[in-house]
């Protein structure tokens, strides 16, 4: 507690001129600022910085290093591991970088580096257009397109790197750069899937593309015990599928909400929640088939504003859950493996966990496993685990579900799983996930990050050699 006081003490001399934005031990919105999605992580910095500025990026970085401090890169605070936060150390904190500024002359956005998906949404949503991302509006953008992002539109327009023209990022060294296809093209390719080795993005460029005004979106749920014959309609449906017709699989329980009748209320499911970029024609067309499988519970498919469908699950998955992560990639689904999911599924420990599978398949399979970090491009699904709850006492509870789950349907996968799904689960699983393209990455973090500053993440080791 001395050293972590007197670093706040040195931090507050030595960057007098951002007082006002550093938070540390003692002030009244230490709690709260600390504070990640995942109600199981509890950590406490030694000061926080709410950055505003690459050269206020910049800065941190030098005092952290001059002070052998670790550093954690805060953007929406939505990793399941908690990555944004750190014990003892430094979080820079990213949520003043928050401009988003959308050029209609070239369908692009450009991004700071702490916003969140609901912001850009917002913004593109005006022109009819989106960047693909997730299904939650208060995750950070930074944190989500460093990993990859999946989303609803991942079948449609490829994952969220896949829009990216460009970064500025803040180096370890302090020095300032642009990554694209152009410039550091290697630091390019590693932005891309490689997390948050590499340096501070303070600012994003995506392309956007044409959603219209509303989407086709909404769940169809079936009866738990339905789950065999509804996944294997879902195993072989979906890739057939055009590319307009994205669709995740759901096991869950269904929630206490006035968007679902009563009689529905906390019975557990299987589900699919559909996203379709067309008409209500289009829409009905493609999933005439879901009606003939088993005995639908409800079909909730309609016209829906886009960012409207982004923040669906807002209220649902609100910060301060109790959160257990697994997750792995799928390639195909067994009637051995679906067995287990139906005997997992039927355990779900409480309201708020689920299992859901999002396609990788569609644009996501247009680029090849070595084109960017994101290996995994061959891969048919991203499964994640998640056990959640409101409640502390039922952390073991949710912790064993998610890990039995796991250790059940793990034997069926594929090997790696997508970075962003993962919680701390050691070098040997950071390596499965990038596969051959390791040792590119490795290299990579050589040239940019030698001294591995930028370790509180699903770290890449420097390559020795470079
Ligand atoms: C409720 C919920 C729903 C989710 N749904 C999806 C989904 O649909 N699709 C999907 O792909 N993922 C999803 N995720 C996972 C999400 O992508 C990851 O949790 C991601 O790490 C969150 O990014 P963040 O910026 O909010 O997190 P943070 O915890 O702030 O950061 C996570 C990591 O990214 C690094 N980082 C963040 N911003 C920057 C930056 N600007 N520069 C450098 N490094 C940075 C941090 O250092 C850290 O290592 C979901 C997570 C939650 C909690």
């Known amino acids: 507690m001395t050293a972590t006081t007197s670093l706040l003490a040195i931090a507050r001399r030595d ?44 800065r941190c970085i030098a005092f952290a290093r001059a002070h052998d401090t670790l550093i954690a890169v805060r953007g929406g605070g939505h990793n399941g591991g908690g990555l944004g936060v750190v014990d003892d150390g430094i979080v820079i904190h990213l949520a003043g970088l928050a401009e988003v500024t959308v050029d209609p002359g070239s369908d692009s956005v450009r991004v700071g580096g702490g916003c969140t998906w609901g912001q850009v949404d917002q913004a593109t949503a005006e022109y009819g257009r989106a960047t693909p991302s997730g299904i939650i509006s208060t995750t950070g953008v930074g944190g989500l397109t ?28 302090g020095s300032q750069v642009h990554a694209s296809a152009n410039e550091h093209p290697e630091l390019f390719w590693a932005l891309r899937g490689g997390g948050g080795n590499f340096g501070v993005v303070t600012s994003f460029e995506f392309r956007t593309h044409p959603v219209g005004a509303t ?39 269904v929630p206490p909400v006035d968007l679902f009748p009563e009689e529905l209320h906390l019975r557990k499911v299987c589900a699919v929640m559909w996203c379709i970029v067309g008409s209500e024609e289009e829409a009905t067309h493609l999933l005439a088939p879901v009606h003939d499988v088993g005995t639908p519970l409800l079909h909730g498919v309609g016209s829906v504003p886009y960012p409207a469908l982004q923040s669906l699950f807002d209220g649902l998955y609100t910060k301060g859950l109790q959160c257990y992560w697994r997750a792995d990639f799928v390639n195909e689904l067994s009637d051995e493996l679906i067995e287990q999911h139906l005997d997992w599924g039927e355990k779900l420990p409480s309201m708020h966990s689920t299992v859901h599978l999002y396609p990788i398949d569609g644009a996501a399979h247009d680029f090849g496993s070595a084109d960017t970090a994101f290996s995994y491009r061959d891969a048919q699904w991203a499964e ?72 509180v993440n699903q770290n890449i080791h420097p390559a020795a050699s470079a």
């Open 146 to 173: 460093l990993g990859g992002g999946l989303g609803h539109l991942t079948r449609r327009f490829g994952l969220t790197i896949d829009s990216l023209i460009g970064a500025d990022i803040v180096l370890a060294d």
């Open 215 to 253: 989407v086709m979106a909404g769940p169809t749920f079936w009866p738990i015990e339905q789950t065999p014959e509804v996944m294997r309609f879902y195993r072989e449906f979906l890739p057939a599928a055009p590319r307009a017709v994205n669709g995740f699989f759901a096991l869950m329980t």
């Open 15 to 58: 960057l007098a001129d951002l007082n006002d934005r550093i938070v540390g031990p003692g002030d009244p919105d230490y709690d709260a600022t600390r504070a990640v999605h995942n109600g199981m992580i509890d950590r406490h910095p030694a000061l926080i910085v709410r950055c505003s500025s690459a050269d206020e990026v910049a």
């Open 384 to 455: 994640v685990i998640l056990g959640v709850d409101p409640d502390p006492f039922n952390a073991d509870a949710i912790r064993d579900w998610c890990v039995g789950y796991w250790n059940a349907t793990h034997p069926y996968s594929a090997g790696g799983a997508y970075v962003n799904f993962m919680m701390d689960e050691g070098q040997e699983r950071v390596r499965a996930t990038y596969r051959d393209n390791y040792d590119r990455l490795a290299r990579v973090k050589a040239q940019y990050d030698r001294d591995n500053v930028f370790h």
